[in-house]
C-alpha cells in the first residue's frame, strides 16, 4: 500500500506530470508533511516544476508557513509565469490551485 512518504520520494520526478499527481495525491496529508524537505525542494537549484509542488504542499500548512513561504519568495527571481514568487501573496489561492506547471 502506497503511503505519503512512498508517494512523496517521486515530488523530484523529472516529469511535471507525474509531479503534479504527486502533489493531488500528497494534499490531504499536506499538513503531515515534513517543512524541512519541502523547503529544500522549493530551492532555487530545483526545476519549475519541482518548485511549484512543493510551493503548493506548503500551502497547505498552518497559516505561519503559508505566509513564511510566501513572504521568501517575494523577492524569487525564477523565471517564468509558474515561478512560485509569481504565485505569491497577491494571488489568490484559486489561482494558485488551478496554475497550469
Known amino acids: 500500500m502506497a503511503t505519503p512518504d512512498t508517494i512523496g520520494a517521486l515530488l523530484e520526478d523529472p516529469s511535471a506530470a507525474v509531479t503534479r ?11 503531515g508533511l515534513g517543512v ?6 522549493l530551492g532555487a537549484a530545483q526545476p519549475p516544476h519541482i518548485r511549484l509542488a512543493a510551493y503548493r504542499l506548503l500551502r497547505e500548512h498552518d497559516v505561519w508557513t503559508r505566509l513564511r513561504t510566501d513572504l521568501e519568495l517575494i523577492d524569487d527571481t525564477h523565471p517564468g509565469p509558474n515561478r ?9 489561492r484559486d489561482d494558485i490551485l488551478d496554475a497550469p506547471g
Open 36 to 41: 524541512h524537505r519541502l523547503r529544500t525542494l
Open 84 to 92: 512560485p514568487g509569481h504565485l505569491g501573496p497577491a494571488g489568490s
Open 21 to 31: 499527481q504527486v502533489v493531488a495525491a500528497l494534499r490531504p496529508f499536506a499538513a
